[in-house]
């Protein structure tokens, strides 16, 4: 997994994404967000989507 550098701005966007997401769907509660823990979940298939979609351009471009 590649180490992208997660600034404060990326984590508050995150943090009131998801927790939006919680509110709207009626969850009420308290909203806990580990930035680290869903990088280690994202990251692999963003990586490989971005991969895919490079080769792609590569292929058309030929």
Known sequence: MTNIPVDDQDADIVIKMLVKRHRDSGYQGPVCISITR???I???GAEATTKAAISKAKEISR
Do not use: Q, T
């Open 38 to 40: 869903l990088a280690e």
């Open 42 to 44: 994202h990251m692999p």
